[in-house]
């Protein structure tokens, strides 16, 4: 649909709305008739793009007039909560930061399949979907809308603004479990009542509908990058061709609901049967186990730290050279003090680290040694197997 539209095509099986921030009130008129002719309507808002960071100056947020796709949904009974962004410390996600080092995100969420639903077909078979820094939404009373993904009881909320400028360790020491579970995917699954009371001017009164002829599929999900290769596909070079390795059920998820949507959902069952992965589930609850543990400690040392150099690297602008060689003697050996004091706290930001990643090294240590005995044992276990039998033969 190009940008700005007022109608959409005539011969959509399905419409799919991906982060459409700003839409003209006649197309939003549009989408909501295409709904109560029964169409099927697949919407993906996010609170945080990482992929279009443009998208991230105007986000939809819902308002008792209808400006966006949010008061849409408000009207069918699912709310969009557009300040805030999700996160779980439960299923964080394991990433690399500046220093490429791992580190647990609570707001890139790998979620299992005991998050999907298990009575709509769409989600049923799923086995993970990872969702970056996403959006939740609150099914309304008396609402047809249904979760298909949701959180853990230790998942917690962020606003939007401090996703622009601080780091991910910064944000992750920030996220406060509140208990509460969040839904992350919804669908309709009945009737739905339009959102305008009636047409706009130039539209006939007798083709305006305002309740859906059937239950219309409308489905939404609070993220838009896990679409995307970064957070969907492995990328690999096989006989000097480019194929792509599913890395989650991110794509399967979307085609299920395109399908479903579309009225022709034969492949949803077969899709994901397979499990893509054989995660270290034990390291990755090890790893989570100690970060949650020193994470307010790591946080404040590496804020320090940040803090510091951040200083250091304003006093050349402020004594108007390009660089630390050109300041006076007396500037750089207050500088070399300063440095001085950072190194206790890069010292003990490492034995943080380090201790954060002890019982990972120590169940390493043990796997390793396993695997090094393991096939000399079994080895000298056959060889006394077929020495007894030997034996019990030549008594015979």
Same mark, same amino acid.
């Given at each position: 649909?190009?940008?700005?539209?007022?109608?959409?095509?005539?011969?959509?099986?399905?419409?799919?709305?991906?982060?459409?921030?700003?839409?003209?009130?006649?197309?939003?008129?549009?989408?909501?008739?295409?709904?109560?002719?029964?169409?099927?309507?697949?919407?993906?808002?996010?609170?945080?793009?990482?992929?279009?960071?443009?998208?991230?100056?105007?986000?939809?947020?819902?308002?008792?007039?209808?400006?966006?796709?949010?008061?849409?949904?408000?009207?069918?009974?699912?709310?969009?909560?557009?300040?805030?962004?999700?996160?779980?410390?439960?299923?964080?996600?394991?990433?690399?930061?500046?220093?490429?080092?791992?580190?647990?995100?609570?707001?890139?969420?790998?979620?299992?399949?005991?998050?999907?639903?298990?009575?709509?077909?769409?989600?049923?078979?799923?086995?993970?979907?990872?969702?970056?820094?996403?959006?939740?939404?609150?099914?309304?009373?008396?609402?047809?809308?249904?979760?298909?993904?949701?959180?853990?009881?230790?998942?917690?909320?962020?606003?939007?603004?401090?996703?622009?400028?601080?780091?991910?360790?910064?944000?992750?020491?920030?996220?406060?479990?509140?208990?509460?579970?969040?839904?992350?995917?919804?669908?309709?699954?009945?009737?739905?009542?339009?959102?305008? #009371? !009636? *047409?706009?001017?130039?539209?006939?009164?007798? $083709?305006?509908? &305002? =309740?859906?002829?059937?239950?219309? %599929?409308?489905? +939404?999900?609070?993220?838009?990058?896990?679409?995307?290769?970064?957070?969907?596909?492995?990328?690999?070079?096989?006989?000097?061709?480019?194929?792509?390795?599913?890395?989650?059920?991110?794509?399967?998820?979307?085609?299920?609901?395109?399908?479903?949507?579309?009225?022709?959902?034969?492949?949803?069952?077969?899709?994901?049967?397979?499990?893509?992965?054989?995660?270290?589930?034990?390291?990755?609850?090890?790893?989570?186990? #100690? !970060? *949650?543990?020193?994470?307010?400690?790591?946080? $404040?040392?590496? &804020? =320090?730290?940040?803090?510091?150099? %951040?200083?250091? +690297?304003?006093?050349?602008?402020?004594?108007?050279?390009?660089?630390?060689?050109?300041?006076?003697?007396?500037?750089?050996?207050?500088?070399?003090?300063?440095?001085?004091?950072?190194?206790?706290?890069?010292?003990?930001?490492?034995?943080?680290?380090?201790?954060?990643?002890?019982?990972?090294?120590?169940?390493?240590?043990?796997?390793?040694?396993?695997?090094?005995?393991?096939?000399?044992?079994?080895?000298?276990?056959? #060889?006394?197997?077929?020495?007894?039998?030997?034996?019990?033969?030549?008594?015979?």
């Amino acid at each position: 649909v190009p940008h700005f539209s007022d109608t959409l095509p005539d011969d959509l099986d399905a419409l799919l709305v991906v982060d459409a921030t700003i839409l003209k009130k006649d197309m939003l008129y549009a989408i909501d008739q295409y709904a109560m002719k029964g169409g099927g309507v697949v919407i993906l808002m996010d609170p945080h793009l990482r992929s279009n960071q443009a998208s991230n100056a105007v986000n939809p947020e819902p308002s008792d007039t209808i400006n966006d796709l949010s008061d849409l949904l408000q009207a069918y009974g699912l709310l969009y909560e557009a300040a805030e962004v999700v996160g779980d410390q439960r299923f964080a996600a394991n990433v690399m930061n500046q220093a490429q080092q791992q580190s647990s995100y609570p707001f890139w969420l790998r979620l299992p399949r005991s998050q999907f639903s298990s009575e709509h077909p769409v989600s049923a078979d799923l086995n993970e979907v990872l969702l970056p820094e996403p959006g939740a939404f609150t099914v309304l009373p008396d609402s047809s809308f249904t979760s298909l993904i949701t959180t853990s009881d230790r998942a917690g909320a962020l606003g939007r603004s401090p996703f622009q400028q601080q780091t991910p360790g910064q944000l992750a020491g920030r996220l406060e479990p509140d208990g509460k579970t969040r839904v992350l995917a919804a669908v309709s699954t009945g009737p739905l009542k339009s959102a305008f #009371a !009636q *047409a706009p001017d130039g539209v006939p009164s007798e $083709d305006h509908l &305002t =309740r859906s002829t059937r239950a219309p %599929a409308i489905f +939404a999900v609070g993220d838009v990058d896990w679409i995307f290769d970064p957070f969907s596909v492995q990328q690999l070079d096989v006989s000097g061709q480019s194929v792509n390795r599913p890395l989650n059920d991110n794509w399967a998820f979307l085609a299920n609901m395109l399908e479903f949507a579309a009225g022709d959902p034969a492949l949803i069952g077969i899709r994901s049967r397979g499990r893509l992965d054989r995660p270290f589930t034990r390291i990755a609850a090890l790893f989570r186990q #100690a !970060q *949650a543990q020193f994470r307010d400690k790591e946080t $404040d040392l590496a &804020t =320090r730290i940040a803090n510091v150099e %951040a200083q250091i +690297a304003k006093i050349p602008e402020a004594a108007g050279v390009s660089n630390l060689e050109q300041l006076p003697d007396t500037l750089k050996t207050k500088i070399a003090e300063i440095r001085q004091q950072l190194l206790p706290l890069r010292r003990e930001l490492r034995t943080i680290r380090l201790a954060m990643r002890e019982d990972i090294e120590a169940l390493r240590l043990r796997v390793i040694v396993f695997n090094l005995l393991a096939g000399p044992l079994l080895v000298l276990m056959f #060889a006394l197997i077929v020495r007894a039998v030997r034996l019990r033969w030549r008594v015979r």
